[in-house]
């Protein structure tokens, strides 16, 4: 009862400032424009698997942290009423992951349902949205982490930016570097393994499988579409997701009840 | 009052009647040995026995015997579309040994299947001027098998078999050392390649559909000055490959959703001086693939959403490509070489980028189809896992600007602003 009322207090702060709505109109403008421009359900989709991949991490790891710092005094005040730790910490999770998950999902999937493409691309829809709100929680528990790790806000802030352009861009950068320098053996199961341990390398390859045929491309493309299109790949692919929003959120949580505020 | 003269003239017309008579009688049996012989079964003794230029016409049933022959020549074999010739699964059902011999109308099913014979439903062999129409080839190893058999036609056939093994499935039309043969609206599926050539000089193959057959939808090879034009090759297992020829013409064809390991819409291996235009080619692992191919003029063609719309190895030489469209493909063009003699002029990309500020239609900037990526997949086909990587925009961009490692002279320098297949 206590974390519903706590989480009912958060949400009218979160959605009081105005960014979730800011939020959910890029999805919205953005989706609905790649339809005027002439694409059909599936171009919207390779078009919108981008914005995704690229979007949901930076924002909700930098809004994350932001909020967490913001949100220090209330936490404070909060910890000298008789509620729990863990009830506070669910809270401030839950109210910063659900307006921003809802704003992928509506953002996202009413363009899709007023130009009528939802009907003729429901699984691909679904499958889209989903990554988003499964990078989203991911990437506002690193933030949380993030947050409760370090003191100094600039220094967060910097580590968050740092963090996101590690999994975005140089783990990447990493894999070519492996891939160039161990290029006589075969590459396919470490490489496949290395970038599942990313989750945005994850997310990418799980949305390009499906989505971008043309991904299915020679020996390679048909070795990592048979692992990926598989029941027991796309199992393995939702463990790691839930092992990356779960440990950050762990480790955050285990800091926030101890620390002292 | 009779006259012995009037008796005589009587007597003359009398005869007159009798011999005209007569030779109408003997016109009539000769225009009646050359018409319709209607056959019921043992069609071998009734071929042995019809004269040069006999039809025959098979009444409804199924004609299950020894492999027949026609050694006669100009004979027709027709009959009624339920008049089937079954092969029993053991042996080859026609075989063709005459000039100007006609096959038309009939069902052809179940020939042997074997790793000694190539078992066909209807071969001909050393003949020429044969006809082959409207047949209807179900679940046989070989389809049609032409050897040295010269001007001839092969016309609106239906040849299928579900095949699973190349090793157990022939080639659907097969054609080995056989001059001026025309093949035009077939439609052919499941064999192991569904139109192979093999020494096949000025042959003509248009209008037909070859379709989900195991490896190749046509293959050839020594097959120089032929044309093939408005055919559509789908679904192959391994695409379209054609190999060691010259002075070849292919044009409004339609090459798509040929996707595996090693498909292609086409291959070109070792084609030289011919022409490639109006193609569409869609939903191909790799729409041309071009090794050892010289003076090739591609032009006018569609790559649309290919992993690779062109595969050019630096062993081509002197191939022009102009007004070919290139939309949607993963890489447009991959090569293996910064040298390069290939000339590039004057196609559509729907991935250029420049501008036109005079208007004349044609790019200000000139365009480099070939990606940095596509390279360092070349390289390690494994890095395909970092495709639409932040990181590997990053790098395209970087290369586009200050190129480094992709092919200097590949370059469009009049890119089109328009489509010009729109």
Redesign the interface.
Same mark, same amino acid.
């Given at each position: 009862m206590n974390t519903l009322k706590l989480i009912k207090y958060q949400l009218r702060d979160v959605l009081r400032s105005k960014w979730v709505f800011l939020y959910f109109l890029f999805f919205l403008v953005a989706t609905d424009a790649l339809f005027r421009f002439g694409g059909d359900g599936e171009r919207v989709i390779l078009s919108m698997?981008?914005i995704i991949?690229?979007i949901i991490p930076l924002v909700s790891i930098m809004l994350g942290t932001m909020y967490l710092y913001n949100a220090r005094e209330y936490i404070e005040l909060m910890l000298s009423q008789p509620v729990k730790r863990s009830q506070l910490f669910i809270a401030l999770f839950a109210a910063l992951v659900l307006p921003m998950s809802t704003a992928v999902l509506l953002g996202v999937g009413l363009p899709f349902v007023w130009q009528g493409a939802i009907f003729t691309h429901a699984g691909s829809v679904l499958f889209l949205i989903f990554m988003g709100i499964s990078l989203t929680v991911i990437f506002s528990s690193i933030a949380f982490f993030i947050a409760l790790m370090t003191e100094d806000r600039i220094r967060g802030l910097g580590l968050s930016i740092v963090l996101w352009l590690f999994f !975005?861009?140089?783990?990447? =950068?990493l894999?070519?570097l492996f891939?160039?320098f161990y290029?006589h053996y075969p590459?396919?199961q470490p490489?496949?393994i290395l970038?599942m341990l990313n989750p945005l390398?994850l997310g990418?390859?799980a949305l390009?499988i499906r989505f971008? !045929?043309?991904?299915?491309? =020679?020996?390679?493309?048909?070795v990592?579409q048979n692992f990926f299109g598989s029941t027991r790949g796309l199992l393995i692919v939702f463990a790691v997701m839930l092992t990356w929003m779960a440990t950050p959120l762990l480790l955050g949580f285990r800091r926030f009840v101890m620390r002292d505020f | 009052m009779r006259t012995p003269s009037t008796l005589n003239k009587t007597k003359r017309m009398f005869r007159i009647l009798l011999l005209g008579l007569l030779l109408l009688l003997g016109l009539f049996s000769f225009s009646f040995a050359a018409d319709t012989l209607h056959v019921r079964d043992s069609l071998q003794s009734a071929i042995n026995n019809a004269p040069p230029g006999s039809i025959l016409y098979l009444e409804s049933g199924i004609y299950e015997q020894e492999t027949i022959y026609v050694r006669t020549p100009g004979i027709t074999l027709t009959g009624r579309k339920d008049a089937v010739l079954d092969g029993g699964s053991e042996r080859a059902i026609l075989i063709i040994k005459a000039d100007n011999v006609t096959v038309k109308n009939l069902t052809f099913r179940n020939t042997g299947i074997s790793f000694r014979h190539d078992f066909a439903a209807i071969e001909v062999r050393n003949a020429k001027h044969f006809e082959i129409r409207k047949n209807t080839l179900e679940k046989n190893f070989f389809g049609i098998y032409l050897s040295e058999a010269d001007s001839g036609l092969v016309v609106e056939n239906s040849i299928k078999t579900t095949g699973t093994r190349e090793a157990n499935t022939g080639n659907g039309i097969h054609l080995w050392n056989s001059n001026y043969v025309n093949i035009e609206d077939n439609y052919i599926r499941g064999h192991r390649d569904g139109i192979y050539l093999e020494f096949a000089v000025h042959a003509h193959i248009s209008n037909n559909i070859s379709e989900h057959n195991l490896r190749y939808g046509l293959h050839y090879m020594f097959s120089d000055k032929s044309v093939y034009k408005e055919n559509i090759f789908r679904y192959n297992g391994a695409g379209v490959a054609v190999m060691y020829t010259q002075n070849v013409t292919m044009r409004d064809n339609i090459f798509e959703n040929n996707w595996g390991p090693a498909a292609y819409g086409i291959l070109l291996k070792d084609i030289d001086n011919s022409v490639i235009s109006n193609n569409i080619f869609r939903n191909n692992t790799i729409g041309l693939y071009s090794e050892g191919s010289n003076g090739v003029d591609i032009h006018n063609n569609l790559f649309q959403q290919n992993g690779w719309g062109v595969k050019l190895f630096a062993n081509s030489t002197r191939n022009v490509f102009t007004k070919n469209s290139f939309i949607e493909n993963t890489f447009d063009v991959a090569t293996n070489s910064r040298q390069h003699n290939n000339t590039f002029k004057s196609n559509y990309w729907s991935k250029y980028t420049g501008y036109d500020l005079d208007g004349d239609g044609i790019g200000d900037v000139p365009h480099r189809p070939v990606r940095l990526y596509s390279l360092v997949v070349q390289q390690n086909p494994v890095s395909l896992i970092l495709h639409r990587s932040l990181f590997i925009d990053i790098l395209d961009i970087a290369e586009r600007v200050i190129p480094a490692l992709t092919p200097e002279t590949l370059v469009d320098s009049t890119p089109l602003i328009k489509d010009p297949l729109k």
């Open positions: 698997m981008n991949l690229l !975005a861009v140089v783990y990447d =950068g894999i070519l891939i160039y290029s590459l396919q490489v496949l970038s390398d990418r390859i390009l971008d !045929a043309s991904a299915l491309m =020679g020996f390679t493309g048909a990592f | -």
